[in-house]
């Protein structure tokens, strides 16, 4: 698994941003269950944004609820969060999430891959 951000960049407040993370790598037989989008500014921990599940669950933050969405392709295994009404401070790096279910003979087990995080800027 190769997960790839995209999208980010500079936007003034109010303004959109659609980012989006596809997975490059091959996976072979291994699922990928849940993806989300985490977020870090600077001198903050780490926070979920959102979340999708392979069968379209999704979870928003309260921080962000009504301005971002979560969705998904799974054909693609692209994972997308369009987000509006941007304001100064959903700036951060943004950082996408995947749980991938492995199985072997030994039995199954969920790996968390990350991709290397994409930068978004709001200005006033």
């Known amino acids: 698994v190769q997960l790839v951000e995209s999208g980010g960049g500079l936007v003034q407040s109010g303004g959109s941003l659609r980012l989006s993370c596809a997975n490059t790598?091959?996976?072979?037989?291994?699922?990928?269950?849940?993806m989300a989008w985490y977020r870090q500014a600077p001198g903050k921990e780490r926070e979920l944004v959102a979340s999708i599940s392979k069968t379209g669950t999704t979870a928003i933050a309260d921080s962000v609820k009504g301005r971002f969405t979560i969705s998904r392709d799974n054909a693609r295994n692209t994972v997308y969060l369009q987000m509006n009404s941007l304001k100064p401070e959903d700036a951060a790096v943004y950082y996408c999430?995947?749980?991938?279910?492995?199985?072997?003979?030994?039995?199954?087990?969920?790996?968390?891959?990350w991709g290397q995080g994409t930068l978004v800027t709001v200005s006033y």
């Open positions: 790598g091959n996976i072979g037989s291994a699922v990928i269950n849940v």
């Open positions: 999430k995947a749980d991938v279910t492995v199985t072997t003979i030994e039995g199954s087990r969920v790996l968390e891959h």
